[in-house]
């Protein structure tokens, strides 16, 4: 039964509401669909869209004040109370439609359990592109918490590939200070996917942001940094000698003239001589050939 439930939710909200050309489920649709007061419905506290945009909130208003609301909202009854309805999908528009002046609003009931609920709201927002990109990882991370949904779950109720299921979860390791940048639209996902593991995220979301860099420039940085990062490491790493080679190196170096390292590796290594001029060169080679 799961299973069953999980294809079906995994088709999207069509495959609730009746798809396109489908008459049985039209029929079906018209039936259960019906308008009601719109202060008899509430916001789902585990809708994963936290952030709506006032601008936007404002051209739909305007478009449902020409037009009215082209697609009903889902809802669910509220258990113990009358008359009360929680959305499952559509709260953007219920948002909308106060701001319209809009008195009822057409809904379409669902029975629907609470993951059910949660999975469809997922879908519609992701369907939609409604969330960021946090959100629409707070709604995957509720899924495996709650429900202890896999990645392969995930990503076959969505819609989507494994790998971003997997991307996207990623960013929820990041900083606060990086997924603020994030949550207000100013670096994309793509962006923050190139801090993901960085020693210093933040201060390279600040550089993307000031210098306002593409996603493959902000690769290209991250890339760069972690090059120089790494040639640092290597200097560092060459520069752990032991005081035996240290004094070893000095005394060859003052007794050539010319500076001299030496690395070991394992029981055998190098010993570079660095020269500035032909004359030196050949002062050495003499030495070598006499001694």
Do not use: C
């Not at 306002?212 to 760069?224: D, F, I, T």
């Not at 972690?226 to 790493?237: D, F, I, P």
């Amino acid at each position: 039964m799961a299973d069953e439930a999980r294809s079906r939710l995994g088709r999207g909200l069509a495959a609730l509401i009746g798809d396109v050309g489908d008459e049985s489920a039209a029929l079906e649709r018209t039936r259960s669909q019906k308008r009601v007061p719109i202060e008899f419905l509430k916001p789902n506290a585990r809708n994963p869209r936290r952030h709506f945009a006032e601008t936007e909130l404002d051209e739909l208003a305007a478009s449902i004040r020409e037009r009215g609301i082209i697609q009903p909202i889902l809802v669910r009854t509220v258990r113990g109370a009358m008359d009360q309805y929680e959305i499952v999908a559509g709260e953007r528009r219920w948002r909308a439609a106060q701001r319209a002046g809009l008195h009822d609003v057409p809904v379409v009931l669902l029975e629907v359990d609470d993951r059910e609920a949660l999975e469809l709201a997922i879908i519609e927002n992701v369907q939609r592109a409604d969330l960021n990109a946090l959100e629409e990882a707070g709604g995957y991370q509720a899924l495996a918490d709650e429900f202890k949904y896999g990645q392969d779950d995930i990503a076959k109720i969505v819609g989507k590939s494994r790998s971003h299921v997997a991307n996207t979860l990623r960013l929820l390791k990041l900083p606060e200070g990086v997924q603020d940048f994030i949550r207000a639209g100013k670096i994309s996902a793509g962006h923050a996917r190139a801090l993901i593991g960085q020693p210093n995220p933040e201060e390279l979301a600040q550089a993307i942001v000031a210098q306002g860099l593409s996603v493959r420039q902000a690769e290209a940085v991250v890339q760069e940094r972690a090059a120089s990062a790494g040639k640092t490491a290597a200097r560092r790493a060459r520069g752990a000698k032991d005081a035996d080679t240290i004094a070893l190196e000095k005394r060859l170096s003052d007794a050539l003239g010319l500076a001299v390292t030496i690395a070991h590796r394992g029981n055998g290594g190098e010993m570079k001589i660095r020269y500035k001029t032909l004359e030196q060169l050949d002062a050495v080679i003499r030495r070598i050939e006499r001694d």
